[in-house]
């Protein structure tokens, strides 16, 4: 492999900050949790590239864990957002008003 | 120019073009649709890192069971609404945007500093670390050392869907058998 581990981690850090942005512009709130997934995905890449860096696995099986942790804070975050939506008929974060300070 | 090179260098586009197509989308499907595609290049990155396991399991589980998830409630939610473009907080995106470009520059200027941006793999990754196929190696650490982590997120996952099902439940009235002779009686009265 003739690719630094660099450049995947870089590419890590670009879509880890997209997904960032993602969270703090849009309104819908499925998207925004579609930015928390590329975040996840992000830091994900960085792992499995350290885990080649190091020759060891150990950055493997710490992926494949918060892939299983993604996949239930993703199910019951979609529940929550039908929840939500079914209450207020907006999934818009904007009209969430009632935690206002 | 080796094969993983030139595969990098053709995803590499691809994966951040479309993770900023996805921020460009107003419209909540053609983001999902965006995001599969990141997440299918992702996979290939797995690759080429001599990951295949959670090369597998990256299509399985993000680009096929959680998307399908995803468009499931977007289609559920009603697919037509499109994001209004009116701020709340005046100079919210440009703030954003300029946050988001910091945190890109601090992160790989913390990666210049940290590993250096020429840092190498050891050649022998496939040989000595993943010997016998990737997915046996992966069960050798997973069932090993990592055993009761494993166990306790089968419990996670259990204690999810019970949650799920508690929270997507609608509260039905409750009929019961006296209920209805009653408003039988009020009926005949």
Not at chain 2, 29 to 46: E, G, K, Q, R, W
Not at chain 2, 148 to 173: G, K, N, W
């Amino acid at each position: 492999m003739s690719t630094p581990i660099s450049y995947f981690v870089v590419v890590s850090a670009m879509l880890f900050a997209v997904g960032t942005v993602g969270v703090l512009v849009r309104k819908n709130a499925l998207v925004i949790f579609m930015s928390v997934e590329l975040q996840l995905n992000a830091v994900n890449l960085a792992l499995v590239a350290f885990s080649r860096m190091h020759g060891n696995l150990n950055g493997q099986v710490l992926a494949f864990f918060s892939m299983v942790v993604a996949a239930a804070e993703v199910v019951v975050g979609l529940a929550i957002i039908v929840t939500v939506y079914r209450r207020r008929q907006s999934s818009n974060v904007d009209d969430l008003t009632v935690l206002r300070g | 120019m080796e094969v993983d090179q030139i595969v990098f260098w053709v995803f590499a586009p691809i994966s951040v073009g479309s993770a900023i197509a996805m921020l460009l989308q107003r419209n909540a499907v053609h983001a999902a649709l965006f995001l599969v595609v990141n997440f299918f290049t992702i996979a290939v990155f797995y690759l080429v890192l001599g990951a295949s396991f959670l090369f597998a399991v990256q299509i399985i589980v993000y680009a096929g069971a959680i998307m399908v998830l995803f468009l499931f409630v977007i289609m559920l939610l009603g697919v037509d609404r499109e994001e209004s473009l009116l701020e709340r907080l005046k100079g919210q995106r440009v703030v954003a945007i300029a946050l988001g470009v910091g945190i890109a520059v601090e992160l790989i200027v913390a990666i210049r500093a940290g590993i250096g941006f020429a840092t190498k793999a050891p050649p022998d990754f496939d040989e000595v670390v993943n010997r016998g196929g990737n997915a046996a190696a992966i069960a050798r650490v997973l069932f090993r050392e990592y055993f009761f982590p494993f166990e306790v997120t089968s419990v996670l996952l259990i204690v999810a869907a019970i949650a799920v099902v508690v929270l997507a439940s609608r509260r039905r009235q409750v009929i019961t058998r006296a209920d209805a002779a009653r408003a039988n009686e009020r009926e005949a009265a």
